[in-house]
């Protein structure tokens, strides 16, 4: 069995104001959410469900606001940002000590996630007649916005995204499919 990666920063409060930049695939990198056509993505009926469940986080957290995303046919980018409080410097990363993998879990960017795996996943599967099938991998990428470029950067990359499906790793039908990317992104596509 292939020994997962696990990239959060350990000892993170992960609950703290600032931005995240969240990835997450669909159960082996199954096609669910529709297609790609002239460079627009087109959702189907379960990407309209994944939608509509990744909205609900705004309205289900109050201290969350949602910026830019895109649901593709086997995956989803977003960048969440927790607002709770004043911040304005999102360089720095405070580190909160934790106990064990509990604390971990009470944290509001884990929660969120499972909030919206668990349920995006319920209804998709009450939709498709498939309950207790996968809908989503086990785990998720998400990386810690740190500064204003680097928030315009990903929010370029997801703007972009469907432009640039034809060269997606994720694009079975690539051509480019072992395409070298761009070292700054390389971390994403290595471990979802």
């Known amino acids: 069995m ?9 000892n993170y409060d992960y609950s703290q104001a600032g931005g995240y930049f969240i990835t997450i695939c669909t159960y082996n990198r199954e096609y669910l959410f529709g297609e790609i056509i002239n460079q627009e993505m087109m959702l189907n009926y ?3 469900i994944v939608e509509e469940w990744w909205v609900e986080l705004e309205k289900k957290f109050s201290s969350v606001k ?17 607002v709770e409080g004043e911040w304005d410097d999102v360089g720095a990363i405070h580190e909160l000590p934790l106990q ?27 939709v498709r007649n498939t309950e207790g099938t996968p809908l989503w991998q086990r785990n998720y990428y998400e990386h810690v916005v740190r500064s204003e470029d680097e928030w315009n950067r990903i929010r370029q990359y997801i703007r972009n ?8 790793r994720e694009n079975r039908m690539s051509k480019n ?6 070292r700054y992104w390389r971390e994403i596509y290595d471990s979802v």
């Open 46 to 48: 379960v990407g309209r």
């Open 2 to 10: 292939r020994k997962r990666r696990l990239r959060r920063l350990r």
């Open 66 to 82: 949602l910026d830019d995303y895109v649901i593709m046919p086997n995956h989803t980018h977003g960048i969440i940002t927790i």
């Open 161 to 168: 995204n469907p432009l640039k499906w034809q060269l997606d």
């Open 100 to 126: 064990d993998k509990i604390e971990r879990r009470r944290m509001l960017i884990p929660k969120m996630v499972g909030y919206f795996k668990m349920n995006s996943a319920k209804y998709v599967n009450r």
């Open 177 to 182: 499919f072992n395409l070298e990317h761009d």
